[in-house]
């Protein structure tokens, strides 16, 4: 067990900060420290322009195999990218669903001809990606999918029809994974399959949510005979739900660390504040920045715990507990800024509802122990997986 | 970068954690907390001469094993699991770094290899109030010939009335804060040292006030510079804040286990109480503590390694203020609240003195305060990343 960074890793360390300061300028310069929780929906084409800038350094799907396109870069010097980028204000990645969640899951299951497909765009940072599991019915309860997907008369694609709901960047992707229900009549995880649908079709309408920050990073993706091509199925028909409990490994995979990078920017910013406006005098607020912290430097350890255990691609029990960590230390922090502000946070940037980044961060943080599994999920997640208590009785029907 | 267990270190969290189950359960603890020693002696001798585990972060050239602070931790976190009542920390965590940071080579060739092979034991003594800083040393020191004379009365030396050497901090008289301390090497059973033991309601660990009367130490005794000791001393306190970091959290995984396990088993309402979400939930937000305690620790553990190795990283070992201060503060509040909520789970048997729960929840609130309560950790987190000092 050893944390320091080898020489070898500091030299890495510094050719990444190097390309990020000859490299993020100019027209980038605009993009610094944007497009995080909160800000996904701002500067969408010139941030899709960065993600190619990126690929022609090579620094798009770092973590991935040079077979499969990727930089191949050791756990290490994941973490220092991930470490620098942050540090650089890199901007929110356009790319991270197909990098974090599309790509690993074609990688893992997906047949030869699908990762010739579908690798070589998410790399390149040409084709963008989004995720159809949540719906209107299916929130927690995810194996209740009802959106449907058959073959038509001639076998050649798949006519899928449905709702799906909580949908970010859907009106800038190019493709979206979908969970659908293929065997007619089936319930609960039985029956799905997980297929990948092109955006840019007739049959498929994106309809943005309106949030309580007044903008609309999610939305709902109506399928009314939306079609795939019948190769477009990941794994064999029936195999969706176990594609998906797998993808939601590869969600808390090293991308977290470039999370927790625009994390320590939204705390250093609460920081200066304190120190401006006399915040850092009261002893509780002390207190409890210490604590914010604290707690960030443990999300990082966590992390790194997780990911160096992770060596053979399966991620041990203790990694259940990172979103229900993340996601409740983030809405503290937001509340936190709001407290440092004082009287202060009520003042909008502009009317009408232009949110500061710090009441974005407030506000926006309520989504944060929502999605991606409520943090009542998590930690129905962490007694009957990790600590092996009994599932909740069913009711019968 | 490697945050996880080498082959070898999982060999010895393996072994630690086998032979604890069957030398320190349940029966063995309740034996050696009633004895005024507080630890068994044939035991102590066994931990020594069979595991060599006083040994293990001392260099090989005093008789040790040679290994680190990582490895010592791991020894921690299982004692702590099964409240081995021994006089390891006082000797591994607080005296053996004074002497790694503070003696010179003729101290090291004199204390060291005896307490790596178990003959002796050791602690520190350095609070004369209730607090933990500089100005709580109290105790003086005037230099007198060749040697210097020491006065004064420490309060909270954990086994400081069994311990065979004392390290004692001592000011000279007009010193305040953190000018004009010094550390000393001495035989405990010294004449003008007086030591009592203090019952303790957590009675798996021995608390005992110390008081010189004139003691007499030849310059030998001087541990580092006459008057210049506050930084060493700082760095072992900090050194032993990871320590017990350690053995919190292998006190909050017990806690844990336990209280799942009696979920499993107790019946009402006709199935296992674990069933209940109302109680799941509880345990994974105990599993949650327990996980972002262990990373705090194992990541102190580090920083603390490459301190006490002479070759160690520097940038690392700088780390120590912080990460001694986040680590102490998370272990002590995920223990304590553990071990309050094991007793609620485990319902009215966990209230009995026939159950283990108190015996955690007494240690957990002890150690939460021994070498300072998390708020006071957290100021001085505070104070570094507001920049108010370096």
Known sequence: MKISFSEQDERFRQEVADWLAANLCGEFEQLRFRGGPGDEHMFPEERKAWERKLASGGWTCVGWAPEHGGRGLSISQQVIFNEEYARAGGPGRMGHIGEGLAGPTIAAFGSEDQKRRFLPGIVSGTAFWCQGYSEPGAGSDLANVKTRAALDETGSNWIINGQKVWTSLAHESDWCFVIARTEPGSVGHRGLSFLLVPMDQAGITVRPIEQMTGTSEFNEVFFDNARTDAANIVGSPGEGWKIAMALLGFERGVSTLGQQMQFQNELSEIIAIAKANGAARDPILRQRLAEAWSGLRIMRYNSLRMLSGAQDGALRKEATIYKLFWSTWHANLGKLAMDVLGAGAELLEAAPYQLTRLQSLYLFSRADTLYGGSNEIQRNIIAERALGMPKEPRLRP | ?390
């Open chain 2, 1 to 390: 970068m490697e945050f996880a267990f080498s082959d070898e270190q999982e060999m010895i969290r393996a072994s630690a954690e086998g032979f604890l189950a069957n030398v320190s359960d349940c029966a063995a603890v309740r034996a050696a907390m009633v004895t005024e020693q507080g630890y068994d002696s044939e035991l102590w001798q066994r931990l020594c001469s069979e595991m060599y585990w006083p040994a293990i972060h001392i260099p090989e050239a005093f008789g040790g094993l040679g290994l680190g602070f990582v490895e010592l931790t791991i020894l921690l976190e299982q004692m702590g699991r099964r409240l081995l009542c021994s006089p390891f920390f006082a000797t591994a965590c607080m005296a053996t770094p004074a002497l790694l940071l503070a003696g010179n080579e003729a101290q090291k060739n004199a204390w060291l290899p005896g307490i790596a092979d178990g003959s002796v034991t050791a602690t520190l003594a350095f609070t004369g109030g209730n607090g933990w800083s500089a100005e709580d040393v109290h105790a003086t020191a005037i230099a007198e010939g060749e040697g210097y004379v020491l006065n004064g009365t420490f309060s909270h030396v954990i086994d400081g009335h069994s311990a065979d050497l004392l390290i004692i901090a001592a000011r000279t008289p007009g010193s305040t804060g953190e000018a004009g301390i010094s550390l000393f090497a001495v035989d405990a059973t010294h004449a003008a040292i007086e030591r009592q033991w203090l019952p303790t309601m957590d009675q798996t660990r021995r608390l005992a006030r110390i008081q010189l009367d004139g003691l007499y130490l030849g310059a030998d005794a001087l541990l580092g510079e006459f008057g210049a000791g506050w930084p060493d001393l700082e760095r072992v306190l900090q050194l032993a804040c990871i320590g017990l970091a350690a053995e919190q959290t292998g006190g909050a995984q017990q806690v844990l286990d336990l209280s799942v396990a009696y979920m499993q088993e107790r019946q009402q309402f006709g199935r296992p109480i674990a069933s209940f979400q109302a109680l799941k939930h509880r345990a994974a937000d105990m599993m949650l503590q327990v996980e972002c305690a262990r990373s705090a620790s194992y990541y102190a553990a580090c920083v603390a390694q490459e301190v006490l190795d002479p070759q160690g990283d520097g940038q690392v070992a700088a780390e120590l203020p912080l990460a001694s201060a986040l680590a102490k503060a998370q272990c002590s509040e995920t223990y304590f609240h553990c071990a309050a909520e094991s007793i609620q789970l485990h319902g009215g048997v966990g209230f009995t003195w026939e159950y283990d729960p108190h015996l955690y929840f007494k240690r957990a609130r002890a150690s939460e305060s021994f070498l300072g309560a998390p708020a006071w950790h957290r100021e001085r987190i505070a104070s570094v990343i507001l920049g108010e000092q370096p």
